[in-house]
């Protein structure tokens, strides 16, 4: 029994170091430290309720679950956060029901699946990570799709339209959900999902194909924080690394590939996604819901704008984004999950070789070693922060000292520390438990308040809640 369980250990352990010597080699481009990003032409024309109404009842999935099959077990509590109706009347945020192509009503997620979440039991537009229950990524949720392929296979039969609105939905996710799985909860892994859609797509119509593009590698997940919606308007390039340029209505639709048929589809939906770009160029910081010390304000202020502003712009009166990239060298964030991209080229050349890239209005993926200093409007509800969600207060953001190397949630906001309250841990290991020390998890770097007295820091953390 003992033997067996050290012979297990050791297995375990020969995986874990080669899952991390196969990493890819850190190579850092010295010629920059930072780089503004230009703005390009967008299509601005859209209308914003048609947006807002598309995002949360359009068909962007394209295919997905027959909703006969499984409305009496999920349609069952009317939609109070949305409040939609007809057949979504009763299904959670998450989750849309639509017509199909052929005409049959299929079910699947929706973009506020992962981008739609609560603060303080308010439901917020456009808030990531955490407070929704569609967030928990570190579930292996493969077997599930297995079990409904099956299901669907029993129930309808071959050349039924309910099979063909289900075929490419059930493929796909049957395959993509095994590259997903995170090491521990509270961060999301779109990107790998995003890599898994596209592996045997056609790069020119977007159909899939028997062949693989290129090789994912199942044994580990790098997944990151969720950006909040309402930063979008001052940006000139999307995602973490910047690497989101062009058009926008194309780069928004990226979801749309785990479901769709061709690029004949894809077009119509990226016409309906000029109207969703208006929507989300609408939205809002949430602002702070409680009193702030105003005698300290104007001190964070002076030192933001001294410390910060080159980088993150300024607020109030003069308000300016300078849509910042900065190195890895200079942020000294963890640079795993740029280096991914810029290391390892095969969604980025998929991608700008595909209909996305070569077909009107373009837009293209450019990997960069730097990530974008990112506008910091309502920064006090978007915890935990950093790219890959590594720390979970601003406290921590600017004392590079004091952060957590393991660290538990706990459900409620710290409105000293700014930022989650959490219980440090002794080990990971746990699929509740943050783990820095996992490679792309790090909370290194950004020691830019590291400086700061604990006043002056108490002072810049009062400022940032007003942004
Ligand atoms: C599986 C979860 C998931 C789904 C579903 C999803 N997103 Fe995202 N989204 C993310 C993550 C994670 C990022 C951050 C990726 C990065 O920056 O590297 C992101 C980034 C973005 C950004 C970029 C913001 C910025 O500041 O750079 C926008 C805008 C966005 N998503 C909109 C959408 C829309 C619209 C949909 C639906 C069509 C959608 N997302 C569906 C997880 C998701
Ligand atoms: C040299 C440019 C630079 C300077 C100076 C700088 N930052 Fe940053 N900041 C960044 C970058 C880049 C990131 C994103 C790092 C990442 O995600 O890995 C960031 C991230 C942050 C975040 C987390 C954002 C989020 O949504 O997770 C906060 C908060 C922040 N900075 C505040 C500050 C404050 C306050 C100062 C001044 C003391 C400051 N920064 C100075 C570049 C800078």
Redesign the pocket.
Known sequence: MKKSFLFLFCLCFFFACNTYRSLPELVYNNDWE?LTIEATAQIRNGDAAAGWKYLTEGDYIGSGIPFDLVKKKIATQKDTVLNRTGANENLPFGLTAFQHNNGTTVMSGNCLTCHGGYLNDEFIVGLGGFGSEFNDFSKNNAPTFKALNTLVKIKYKKDSKEREAYDIFGKINKEALSYIVTPFEGVNPAFRLEEAYIMKRNKEDLTLQEDSNYKLDKRYTLAS?VPPWWHLKKKNALY?NGMGRGDFTKLLMQASTQGIKDSTEARAIQQNFIDVLAYLETLEAPKYPKPVNEKIIWQGEKL?NK??S???GTYGEIEAYPN?L?ALE??K?DPYYAQNFSTKMHLADWYNESWYGQSEPKSFVQPMDG????P?DG?WA?AP???NASVPT?EG??NSKIRPTYWRRIAELDYEKMGWRYQEMTKGGNKKTYNTTLPGYSNQG?D??DEFTKEQRMA?IEY?KTL
């Open positions: 930072t924080d973490y933001f410390k910060c080159q980088c993150h910042k900065v200079t942020v964030t990530y974008i200093a990112p910091l920064i978007t922060y950093f790219h601003l953001v600017l950004h830019f308040g810049v940032l």
